[in-house]
Structure formats: structure tokens, C-alpha cells
């Protein structure tokens, strides 16, 4: 597939992947204390790193049946199912009752990746194209649609006009669905997008209609580079804020937990 | 999809000899086990105890038509349907793993309508053994409503909690035919203990009409009778025990082995520009020619084997 990505000019390069701005910039969103349900990849990181900075008392939760465990350093595990995710775990269970955990109401934060997303946030990680003839089958769901379904949401992905599109071919995750009340409606009364992170800015969703909003821009990035970006109508406040850079700190711990650049390439 | 009959269930379970007996055997007996067209649930999860010895002994043996479930499918569904063992896996992520990308084999067959990969979600799954497992014909949950998920997932329903009123979804048990787990020590009998995650494995063997375990050793029922509080999957579900060392490679095997890497970057290489020559030839080279198990184990080789074990013990050392 070609990126549509359009064009952003910087005057200075910056000093750090896109996918490392996205692991920096969502950590930052994860609050001490709080007990996050994180996803492989971006998810995994940045939840490590948040762990490593300012809140050493983040409880992760990881499908594969993990409770509060300590990532190592340059030990990433390929998904969250492998024993790398253990690691000085406060309690292993099974995947049903770790997930049940999220029905159950303990979970703070639901935080995962994402493929192609839309006005409402509702994810598609299964087809692109129709379902019945799809011209991609991807690979699914996994733990993401009861994620998605039982918490409030961050969700970490790069910022592309095919990735960002009016509606998903298929909602394998559910955000808002049509916005409005439709997602209590459909038998989902609690959780919801809180956070989408990009590596162009912070987006939110408007308390009525429930439609994406932008909340935050990163340094260098213009309204008109995430609208160009965005296939659907996005509004920019006049008053938006720009985030704070990546520290020299934050990429330094990033570099040392990721040295393959497994996930931060 | 409908719920097996409750009365057919317990039959199948009062039919079977759940005595304490011997059911040590060879993989090749045990493929015996599984018949043309049976569901089949395979143990572990994503690149974790997957019981690959038995899916080896399954494919080694021809076995068409199985309707296969799992938590997450990685490598071995690309296998089961490039073996013509499986057009139809039921699961809920199907790939190698997130840092090998969408699988290129998975793609090619149900791209084509070659073979069905049928989603549910991860709970979904979970709560499906369990019903199984519980003798009941469904749960309820809280996912997959108002998704494209529930849209397409044949057999599953929507009701008002007739105490509550809300819309709950109710997803019907998996009854497996045949469950096969690996698990790092079981005795003879089949009492088994799993250390680590135990994913859906315990669900899964209690669910299942017959239950084929591997094993990475055997040990004595008075070392299981020492700790009974390990025994993790019970005799009385248990039909037959292999001894198979190193039975997930190249996957992991908890406190045992890590995933073989470089192995499964060379399968990622093998089937990346043609999935369907590429899935053939990895059978052939690994799956066809070996004469047996160890020069399988031999063929992905000593320094993988090694670095595999040497990284996967190393989760005891803090």
C-alpha cells in the first residue's frame, strides 16, 4: 500500500521516529496509579515508559493473562502472550479472567493500537474493503473489541488520510458508532474514545455529538497538515495547544527499552 | 452454530474410560485420535505452548477437513490450511505475531474463499470454552455488541436481561471434539501441571469430548500427588499423554524455551513473496521430510534450540 501521507514541513528535523513521538506523547496521558489494559506495540511501550517516568505505580494488565508485571529492558515480547510479559507479575490468570476484569469495571484505561479509525473512533482491524470480498483480510479483533467495548479508550496510531476516514469499512472495536448516544444504545452504556494519539497531535471527542475533535498539536505540525491528513471534516480550535516535545529523557529511556527498534522504527 | 445437546454431552463424557490408567503414547497414535471433520480446540495462545508436535503428527498424517479453534491462531493456522488439515479456524487473531505483520498465508487462502477464518472476540472465545466447560449452552457478556463482529458471528444472540432489561450478548459453548494442550510435565494418567499463563487451556480441556496432551516430560504420579494443588487439567479429562521434548517449537514453552526467532523469521521470509510455494516448501522441508520429531528439531536447528532455551530459562533469574 502507498502512504497518502501529505506533505509537512519541518524546519528542523526532528530528533526522534514518528512512532517514538506516539509512545512519548501517549505515556504522558497514563496517570499514577492507574491500572491500564495496554495492547502490543505502541501500548506496550509507552506504558513501560510511563512506568519508568512519572508513574511508577502503573498496574499493566496484559490479555495474555498478566497482572502488574515490569517489562525488561531490550526483552520486549512479540505480543502480549509471551512470558517476557510476566515478568515480576503480581498474578498470572487466565485470558477469560483477565478480560473479565475489564466487564467487571477494574480497569482505568483501555490503550491499544489502531489500523483505520473514523469520525466516532470505532476501529477496524479486520477488512479493507467489504467483509463478504474484502481486498485485505487483516488480522482481527483479538482482545481489541472488548477493550474497546468495556473502557475508556486511548488509542496510539500514525496519522494517515487512508487511516483516518469518514466511516471503517468494518468496526471491529467499537468507539461511538454513529456518535450521539448510539453506543449506550447498542448495549455498550459504559467506556468510550477518551484519546486518539498521533504522530501529528491529541485528538478527543466532543461531549454531545461525540465526533473527533483535535485537543492538542505537536511542535511543528499546522491545523492544515492534521485536516490534510484527515478524511473527514476535523475542526482545529483557533486556540489549540501545542504539546511539549519528546525530552531528551523520555527517548532515552524509550531507546533503551526498544534497542531493535522492534517497535519504534 | 448450535450448542451440542446436553444429554449428547454427558453421554460422550460417560462413554469415555476416565479411569486412572496409563495413556502414555506416541504422536502418531494420538493423530490417531482425531478423525476427518472433527473440531479441534489447540491449546496456548499467539506463539505460546502451541502444541506444534501434535499439529506436526496431525498434518504428518493427512487429516482433512478439521474445524479448528483457538484464542489467537498464529504460524500453525497458516499450516493447518496450506496442509489442507483446516478450512474453516474460528478464533480471534490470526496472524504470526504483530512484528511480522498480517500473514501473508492467512491472507492468500481466505482471501481466495479457499478457507474461513470465522472472528469472535477474545472474551468471546474465552466464554465460549467455558460454557462448554460448564455444561451449559451459552454466556452472557457485555462485548462485541453494536460491532461488525457481532454482525458476522454465526450463532451468537442478543437478549433483554430479564432482571436488568439491558441488551446483553449471549455466546454459544464450544464443545470441542478433540482439545490437543502442551504442557510442561503431566504423569502418565494425564494429570497435568502448566506453569505460567494458562490462557484457555483449562476451559478448553474440560469443554472437550476427548483431550490429547504433550508433554515436555513425564513425571511420577507421586510427584503430582506431592502437589495437588499444581494439577492444572485433571486425569478423568485426559484420553492420551505424549512425551514430546521441545513439543511448542518454534514457539514458547513457559520457563522452558522462548520462541525460536530467527526460525520464524525464516518462515516470514519463506512465505512473504509467493504464501502458497513458500507454505509448501516449509512443509516439505520441515513437516514432510523429517523422519521423525528430533530431526525436525534437527532441521531447525542445535544454536536456535540453545538460544531458545538458554533465553526462555532465563525468566526464573530475578
Known amino acids: ?265 | 452454530m448450535t450448542p451440542p445437546s446436553y444429554l449428547d454431552l454427558r453421554e460422550k463424557t460417560r462413554a469415555r474410560d476416565r479411569s486412572l490408567r496409563d495413556k502414555v503414547m506416541s504422536l502418531e497414535d494420538a493423530a490417531a485420535l482425531v478423525a476427518d471433520g472433527d473440531s479441534l480446540a489447540i491449546g496456548g495462545c499467539t506463539a505460546s505452548r502451541t502444541p506444534f508436535a501434535m499439529i506436526w503428527a496431525l498434518i504428518r498424517a493427512g487429516k482433512r477437513d478439521l474445524e479448528v479453534s483457538r484464542s489467537i491462531v498464529s504460524t500453525e493456522g497458516d499450516l493447518l490450511y496450506a496442509s489442507g488439515v483446516s478450512r474453516h479456524i474460528i478464533t480471534s487473531w490470526f496472524s504470526q505475531g504483530i512484528v511480522w505483520g498480517v500473514s501473508k498465508v492467512m491472507r492468500a487462502y481466505t482471501e481466495s474463499k479457499r478457507a474461513r477464518f470465522e472472528e469472535w472476540s477474545h472474551m468471546a472465545m474465552g466464554l465460549r470454552y467455558r460454557a462448554g466447560a460448564m455444561g451449559v449452552p451459552f454466556m452472557p457478556m457485555r462485548s462485541m455488541l453494536g460491532s461488525g463482529v457481532l454482525d458476522r458471528a454465526e450463532g451468537a444472540r442478543t437478549m433483554e436481561c430479564p432482571f436488568t432489561g439491558e441488551t446483553l450478548l449471549l455466546v454459544p459453548a464450544l464443545n470441542p471434539e478433540v482439545a490437543i494442550i502442551h504442557v510442561q510435565r503431566c504423569d502418565a494418567y494425564g494429570n497435568a501441571q502448566i506453569d505460567g499463563l494458562t490462557f484457555m487451556d483449562i476451559d478448553m480441556a474440560m469443554a472437550a469430548n476427548k483431550v490429547i496432551l504433550t508433554t515436555e516430560r513425564i513425571v511420577s504420579n507421586e510427584q503430582i500427588r506431592r502437589h495437588p494443588d499444581q494439577t492444572k487439567i485433571g486425569f478423568f479429562t485426559v484420553d492420551a499423554v505424549v512425551e514430546v521434548p521441545f513439543g511448542s517449537a518454534p514457539h514458547e514453552c513457559y520457563g522452558l524455551y522462548e520462541p525460536f526467532y530467527s526460525h520464524m523469521d525464516l518462515y516470514a521470509q519463506m512465505t512473504a513473496k509467493d504464501p502458497d510455494a513458500g507454505a509448501r516448501a516449509y512443509l516439505d522441508r520441515f513437516y514432510h521430510e523429517p523422519k521423525n520429531w528430533a530431526d525436525y528439531l534437527s532441521r531447525i536447528g542445535m544454536a536456535e534450540l540453545l538460544d531458545a532455551q538458554r533465553r526462555g530459562s532465563g525468566i526464573y533469574d530475578d
Do not use: W
Not at chain 1, 519508568?52 to 531490550?74: N, Y
Open chain 1, 1 to 265: 500500500m502507498t502512504t497518502e501521507r501529505a506533505r509537512i514541513s519541518l524546519s528542523v528535523a526532528p530528533a526522534y521516529t514518528g512512532s517514538e513521538l506516539l509512545a512519548v506523547m501517549s505515556a504522558r496521558l497514563l496517570k499514577e496509579g492507574q491500572t491500564v489494559f495496554a495492547g502490543v506495540g505502541i501500548p506496550l511501550l509507552a506504558a513501560i515508559l510511563a512506568q519508568k517516568t512519572h508513574a511508577p505505580g502503573l498496574t499493566i494488565l496484559f490479555e495474555g493473562g498478566v497482572i502488574g508485571p515490569f517489562v525488561e529492558a531490550g526483552k520486549l515480547p512479540p505480543s502480549t502472550n509471551e512470558q517476557r510479559c510476566s515478568r515480576r507479575a503480581n498474578m498470572l490468570v487466565s485470558i477469560t479472567e483477565v478480560l473479565l476484569l475489564l466487564q467487571r469495571g477494574y480497569v482505568d484505561v483501555g490503550f491499544m493500537g489502531g489500523a483505520q479509525i473514523d469520525r466516532f473512533g470505532n476501529l477496524n482491524s479486520s477488512f479493507i474493503g467489504d467483509a463478504e470480498n474484502p481486498k485485505i483480510r487483516l488480522p482481527g479483533t483479538g482482545g481489541g473489541n472488548d477493550i474497546a467495548s468495556l473502557a475508556d479508550m486511548i488509542v496510539a496510531m500514525k496519522h494517515e488520510k487512508r487511516r483516518f476516514v469518514e466511516k471503517v469499512d468494518f468496526i471491529t472495536s467499537p468507539g461511538f458508532i454513529d456518535g450521539g448516544d448510539t453506543r449506550a444504545q447498542a448495549g455498550l452504556p459504559a467506556g468510550g474514545m477518551f484519546r486518539v494519539v498521533t504522530d501529528l497531535g491529541i485528538l478527543g471527542f466532543e461531549a454531545e455529538s461525540r465526533a473527533m475533535t483535535v485537543v492538542a498539536l505537536h511542535p511543528g505540525v499546522s491545523a492544515a497538515d492534521i485536516k490534510a491528513n484527515t478524511g473527514f471534516e476535523l475542526p482545529v480550535p483557533d486556540d489549540v495547544e501545542v504539546t511539549p516535545a519528546p525530552t531528551p529523557t523520555e527517548l532515552a529511556i524509550l531507546r533503551e527499552l526498544d534497542p531493535e527498534q522492534l517497535y519504534t522504527a
